[in-house]
């Protein structure tokens, strides 16, 4: 079961993620793909593993996201990928191959036999931006929501808190 959700900036996504994630049975594995820059993100990464408990097990991968569901996914564990729009930044910034990464993540999407639940925020709905790096990282963030959308089982919405349902 692969389950995409969306919305904006703190919208009430991850937590909807993480509700859902806790009510299965089973090893719980956030794979968080945010980097510490500043104190101000350091405190948030913390805030966020305080708030998950001890029944998570947190791996770390800014750019080795299809790597991490290849090795973490089993039977018996639920993924829960916090998020896809920093992994995107991420690729940005260190000149990974975004196609040929995103094409790695479907794969790895494809044959895990986790439960699997994706947050991304949806960046495409407010103004054109200013400059071509943030207009090239909106255009690929919006491409990969579309291409994890595709291939979900089930896809919300999140918007000031409500779910709402957009597949499955």
């Given amino acids: 079961m692969l389950t995409f959700i969306t919305g904006g900036a703190r919208s009430g996504k991850s937590a909807r993620a993480q509700s859902l994630a806790e ?3 089973g090893e719980l594995v956030y794979l968080a793909t945010a980097q510490a820059f500043d104190d101000e993100m ?4 913390a ?3 305080k708030d998950r408990g001890p029944r998570w097990h947190t791996v770390e991968c800014p750019v080795d996201l299809p790597e991490a569901i290849a090795r973490e996914a089993g039977t018996s564990r639920v993924l829960l990928v916090d998020c896809l729009t920093l992994w995107t930044s991420n690729l940005l910034l260190s000149g990974t191959d975004f196609t040929a990464a995103s094409q790695r993540l479907t794969d790895a999407l494809a044959s895990a036999p986790s439960p699997i639940i994706l947050v991304s925020n949806e960046v495409g709905m407010g103004i054109v931006p200013d400059n071509a790096l943030a207009r090239q990282f909106r255009d690929m963030a919006g491409r990969l929501n579309q291409n994890i959308a595709a291939i979900a089982d089930r896809a919300e ?12």
């Fill in 157 to 168: 919405l999140v918007i000031a808190g409500l779910v709402v349902p957009l597949k499955g």
């Fill in 23 to 25: 009510s299965h049975e």
């Fill in 47 to 49: 805030r966020h593993q």
């Fill in 42 to 45: 350091a405190d948030r990464i």
